[in-house]
């Protein structure tokens, strides 16, 4: 009965124990180089990814945000689809968030208006 409980664990752990304090961990280590967007997935949604449920995390108008840096589904889940990440996973919704933010820095860098 352990080995089965064991195999469930190793299977279920990556959705359902990101907790906060793991989400802090992840961050702190992906984040080291932009240290702000700890501060901003706290903002977003308490370093939270998934609802109790196990589902990702929804918020926002209309419940179109997802993930731990609320990300507006319906503006960018298809950029994030083509570059092969999923927006509901924790994985996915952290690179895709550091890639629209490094986009945009350099734009910025380059002298045009990001909006």
């Known amino acids: 009965m352990r080995k089965w409980a064991l195999v469930l664990m190793i299977f279920l752990a990556p959705k359902f124990t990101f907790g906060n304090d793991i989400i802090n961990i992840y961050l702190n280590i992906y984040f080291t180089d932009i240290p702000i967007m700890i501060e901003i997935a706290k903002c977003?949604?308490?370093?939270?990814q998934f609802d109790w449920?196990?589902?990702a995390l929804r918020g926002g108008m209309g419940f179109k945000?997802?993930?731990?840096?609320q990300i507006h589904a319906d503006v960018h889940r298809e950029a994030a689809d083509l570059m092969g990440l999923?927006?509901?996973t924790l994985?996915?919704?952290i690179n895709s968030?550091?890639?629209q933010?490094?986009?945009r820095a350099r734009i910025s860098v380059a002298g045009s208006t990001v909006i």
Do not use: H, P, Q
């Not at 977003?44 to 939270?48: A, F, I």
């Not at 945000?65 to 840096?69: I, L, N």
């Open 91 to 93: 994985e996915g919704n």
């Open 65 to 69: 945000m997802v993930g731990v840096f």
């Open 53 to 55: 449920r196990g589902n």
């Open 97 to 99: 968030k550091r890639t």
């Open 44 to 48: 977003e949604s308490g370093l939270r």
């Open 101 to 103: 933010a490094t986009a």
């Open 86 to 88: 999923d927006i509901d």
